[in-house]
């Protein structure tokens, strides 16, 4: 299968190229939409140069300045943690509609792009409804359908689910780029920042808990096991201290900065960034 991918230079962007790249063949494509975070298009152009083994082909496509917002150089400044204004309205429609006029000119059979879940809870044009109706106009919008591919909504990855896969794929995530302002180093203030920087340290924090065996058939559970508290085979619970103490740390560090779960705090992005 020939997969176009929607590159950022993000996280989640990234590690999608580093999945699929096993397997497949993979382009990227990079879109300039006269985004104020303009780095975001040389780190992309950089992960697919030095990509691991051999580069990956990456293409620039400059989009018309339809947008108007913070994000695209508007009076209002960027602002600091979550906010409506970091909000570009349907621009992952623009770009996925482009995305398949590219892919059916260049003869690829899908698209990819990296929208997790926490993105698909809280903005329109990330939701499980929008993409299944992408799915559908990219199947009929030309003689030949073109795939839309989405592992982080289908298999319902939250930003710290994408962390440990990108973890698990060696993405050099020090190497990513995600803050809106586009300095020679990150805000950390940013709804990008704070979204990433709590993912990250998530991951820290589960990463270093101990797995657990089940004392009656010897199955370990590590602490990134989804449901990894019950033993399917016997029906044995572990300890649920372990399980307590891993949420009490995860929700101090969505807490950090604000209050409400990092989860549910941030803004929309076209790449899952």
Not at 42 to 64: D, M, S, T
Not at 174 to 181: F, L, R
Not at 247 to 269: F, L, R
Request: aromatic fraction near 6%; charged fraction near 20%.
């Amino acid at each position: 299968m020939k997969i176009l991918i929607l590159l950022s230079g993000g996280i989640d962007s990234t590690t999608l190229l580093y999945k699929y790249r096993k397997g497949a063949f993979v382009e990227a494509v990079t879109f300039d939409y006269g985004q104020t975070h303009r780095k975001e298009i040389e780190v992309a152009k950089n992960i697919c140069a030095n990509f691991p083994r051999r580069p990956v082909k990456h293409h620039i496509c400059q989009l018309p300045q339809i947008f108007t917002c913070p994000l695209t150089g508007s009076v209002k400044p960027i602002p600091s943690g979550d906010s409506v204004d970091n909000i570009i309205p349907n621009r992952n429609g623009v770009m996925l509609m482009t995305a398949t006029a590219l892919a059916i000119e260049w003869g690829f059979d899908a698209v990819a792009y990296g929208s997790n879940e926490d993105d698909a809870i809280n903005f329109p044009d990330c939701s499980h409804l929008f993409i299944q109706a992408m799915r559908d106009v990219m199947r009929f919008c030309h003689t030949r359908p073109i795939e839309l591919l989405t592992p982080f909504i289908t298999d319902h990855m939250t930003k710290k689910d994408v962390v440990a896969l990108a973890d698990t794929l060696s993405v050099p995530i020090s190497e990513t780029w995600s803050c809106y302002k586009g300095q020679s180093k990150p805000c950390g203030e940013c709804a990008a920042c704070q979204l990433r920087n709590a993912a990250i340290e998530a991951h820290s924090i589960m990463s270093q808990q101990p797995n657990i065996s089940c004392s009656c058939c010897g199955q370990e559970f590590g602490p990134g096991d989804r449901g990894f508290s019950h033993c399917e085979s016997h029906a044995e619970l572990v300890p649920d201290t372990v399980l307590e103490d891993i949420t009490t740390a995860v929700i101090a560090t969505e807490t950090k900065s604000g209050g409400e779960s990092s989860e549910n705090k941030h803004a929309c992005n076209p790449y899952g960034i």
